[in-house]
């Protein structure tokens, strides 16, 4: 019940490349948590979701409930996108959030 | 703007040694959350705090695990006898309400049980 599958596993890029990251999951939520690790650890926030699309700057977050399927995109990445991107879901029959072993992005200049 | 602050932001004790983790959330925020990271490895769940008490917590959070509000500010997490594999990076979370809400993270605090 509670894997959250995330890919790529790693992924490098270009600057200015437009980047996708996906996050499945097996079964029905009520929110999805997409999150950025920086290299010395800390957790930042990005979007949370339960349907639709949500877009800050140059990151857009959208869901398929239906697919159980969400995806991250950064346009016009840039080096300073280099982090990890996690993805946590909160299913339906509970209240904690399970964690995607993460997507770790390199950004070359 | 507002943040969750984590003190200490490193602490090394021994094994069998208790340790106690503060966190500071955000001051209009009412659900409270701590997180665990072992080095190299997911994030993890341990506990969510709401209304003075606890309202969900994971397999790991055990006898050993156990949390406060002791003030009005405060969130502590402790841990009564620590193991070696206590070590990881411990995340307070906190967010305004439950459903739906942004969980905005403090910076961790990371703890290395010799």
């Known amino acids: 019940k509670n894997e959250v599958e995330q890919s790529p596993q790693n992924l490098t890029a270009q600057e200015g490349e437009f980047i996708t990251i996906n996050c499945s999951y097996s079964?029905?939520?009520?929110?999805l948590h997409w999150l950025q690790q920086h290299p010395g650890g800390g957790i930042v926030s990005l979007f949370m979701?339960?349907?639709g699309k949500k877009k800050h700057g140059r990151l857009i977050a959208t869901i398929n409930i239906q697919e159980k399927h969400s995806s991250l995109h950064i346009t016009a990445s840039h080096p300073r996108d280099s982090a990890v991107y996690i993805c946590?879901?909160?299913?339906?029959?509970?209240?904690?959030?399970?964690f995607g072993t993460g997507t770790s992005l390199t950004v070359i200049p | 703007e507002p943040e969750v602050t984590q003190t200490p932001s490193h602490q090394v004790t021994q094994m069998g040694q208790e340790v106690i983790l503060r966190c500071v959330p955000i001051?209009?925020?009412?659900?409270f959350y701590w997180y665990r990271q072992i080095l190299g490895q997911k994030v993890e769940f341990l506990v969510s705090?709401?209304?003075?008490?606890?309202?969900?917590k994971s397999e790991i959070f055990d006898d050993q695990f156990s949390v406060e509000r002791p003030d009005g500010s405060n969130f502590t997490l402790k841990i009564r006898s620590t193991k070696l594999e206590d070590s990881a990076m411990y995340f307070c979370?906190?967010?305004?309400?439950?459903?739906?809400?942004?969980?905005?993270f403090g910076p961790g605090t990371r703890l290395l049980v010799l």
């Open positions: 979370a906190s967010s305004e309400t439950f459903v739906g809400e942004t969980q905005y």
């Open positions: 079964v029905g939520i009520s929110a």
């Open positions: 979701l339960s349907s």
């Open positions: 946590a879901v909160r299913y339906n029959t509970g209240n904690q959030f399970y």
């Open positions: 001051s209009n925020h009412l659900y």
């Open positions: 705090f709401y209304n003075n008490e606890i309202s969900e």
